[in-house]
């Protein structure tokens, strides 16, 4: 059995049934290496137990912090949070990719530094640990995690047209406009999900989801709208702090 205890440490939760986080670091790949007639339990259903349970606190937070704002804008911030490239920074920053456990194959094509599984190991963990001590434990998680982006977060932006608020907060500052570009399309085509990078003088500032280029495009510029006005908020603050 690997040895989990900076792990443990790093999250900030010891579990009392330890095989409850191996499990959660058990990449699916195993199974497919055992091949059939041979039972390798894996990390997909603590993952799908964690999305909930993800969803769930953050759509309690921000329920709290935004008692002015209706479903939309509280379901596009939301969307920022649990997107595949914020998760999977989550699952970065515990250094999560140092203790999955992989098969042969996945461990040489680069899987323990893949977005995507690490994406899918913070929300196993996260389901491991709300069923190893309950609500409350995860959602200590997930604040001390997600600390820094909540704290900084005071304001949602204008879903009407984020794309618009967006060019009309960075030409305040310099004449150049955000360009847009698609990162990729999956899923067929009746249900196709595509990704768009919004980018600033060269600097890529956001990334969004959506059914079509348009939504895609206008969730990348909400969620830069978002960093940039927790960056404005932050910075607004240190200020105060010193004057």
Do not use: C, W
């Amino acid at each position: 059995m690997i040895d989990t205890s900076a792990l443990e440490t790093a999250l900030g939760h010891t579990f009392r049934d330890r095989q409850l986080l191996i499990l959660a670091l058990t990449h699916p790949s195993l199974a497919h290496e055992a091949g059939v007639g041979h039972l390798q339990h894996h990390n997909q259903r603590l993952e799908f137990l964690g999305d909930a349970v993800l969803q769930l606190i953050l759509t309690n937070e921000l329920y709290q912090r935004f008692p002015g704002h209706g479903e939309g804008p509280l379901t596009q911030a939301r969307a920022q949070f649990v997107n595949r490239s914020s998760l999977a920074e989550q699952g970065r920053r515990l250094k999560i990719g140092d203790f999955l456990i992989l098969s042969r194959g996945e461990e040489t094509t680069g899987g323990r530094i893949r977005s995507s599984t690490l994406a899918d190991a913070f929300e196993a963990v996260l389901g491991a640990v709300f069923l190893d001590a309950g609500y409350e434990a995860a959602r200590d998680l997930v604040s001390r995690q997600f600390r820094s982006s909540f704290g900084e977060l005071g304001e949602l932006p204008n879903l009407e047209n984020p794309k618009g608020e967006l060019q009309e907060m960075l030409q305040s500052s310099s004449p150049n406009p955000p360009s847009y570009t698609e990162v990729s399309s999956k899923g067929p085509d009746h249900d196709r999900q595509f990704e768009a990078a919004v980018s600033h003088e060269g600097v890529e500032l956001a990334r969004g989801t959506g059914r079509s280029k348009k939504l895609a495009e206008s969730a990348a510029a909400a969620a830069a709208l978002i960093r940039l006005k927790a960056r404005r908020n932050g910075a607004n603050e240190a200020k105060a702090a010193k004057a």
